[in-house]
């Protein structure tokens, strides 16, 4: 009998000590939360849609997706940042909450260095610079010339202060050294009716979001800001060709876990990851947006997320933008 309770003791410390590994063989169990930072329809949010039709099949279950917008995503990334380790919530991450925030916020109320934990960098998306049809300007050298023989009473949009798409804005004027004014609004669908409407003269936003309207005759297309032309819209030139060199302002999603979450579950979530971006034609969905589909294993997201937060900070320190 002794040595019956002494096996069942010895067991349970063996099983005890193995419980992460077991956990993670087993992982997923249960249905997956994706937390999209932004609110329905933008680049982020189709992005995630997509996830949660491509993954369930490798995975074995579902993949829920639940917008939680607000703070420039800070409000989803410290959800997950706050989450159990367990691989059950997972934050579909872009630059803003991840490698721009953290420079632009006075106040952030997570470190997503210290508490996230990247799993996989799933496309690169090309950004685009379109002006409405009242703007009398067909080519990035046009715009210019315009806005220099109209200093300060151009006005550029974006989905909010600190946004991607407002740096980029900063970053054009710094370089060119026109003068425009910017309007932060709550999301790009309320910018994008803007621009159409001719109340601002230009955005630089996600390909995603303004393409379908320079398609549609109702935006025209200046300039990509990325080192090649978009498979989707091969015909628009880069900044570099259009005579704006160095200006690269790429966006990108990648999926990040909390801290401390198993490795053996992050790796088993960036294979998936890269098995989905297998599948012909989910790669052709997202080209035709203008992302790029890529996947990278944990070790390159991290150090991409290194690289990229160091770049930002400096132009978020060079143009002085900051949020309380």
Known sequence: MKRLAKWVAGTAVALSAAWPGLAAAAYPERPIRLIVPFAPGGSTDILGRLLADALPPILGQPVIVENKPGAGGNIGGDIVARAEPDGYTLLLAAAGPTVINPSLYRDMPFDPARDLAPISCITREHNLMAVGQSVPAATLGEFLDYARSNPGKLSFGSPGNGSPAQLAGELLKQKTGIQMEHVPYKGTGPAVTDLIAGHIAVMIDNM???????????LRALAVPSDTRA?????????????????????????????????????????????????????????????????????????????????WRELVQSTGTRIQ
């Open 208 to 218: 995603p979001a303004l393409l379908p309207h320079v398609q549609a005759g109702r």
């Open 231 to 311: 498979a989707a819209a091969p015909d628009i030139p880069t900044f570099q060709e259009a005579g704006v060199p160095d200006f690269v302002v790429m966006a990108w999603k990648g999926l990040m876990a909390p801290a401390g979450t198993p490795d053996a579950v992050v790796e088993r979530l960036s294979a998936a990851i890269s098995q989905a971006l297998a599948d012909p034609k989910l790669r052709e969905r997202l080209q035709a947006m203008g992302a790029e589909p890529l996947g990278s294993t944990p070790q390159q997201f991290a150090q991409q997320i290194a690289s990229e937060t160091a770049w």
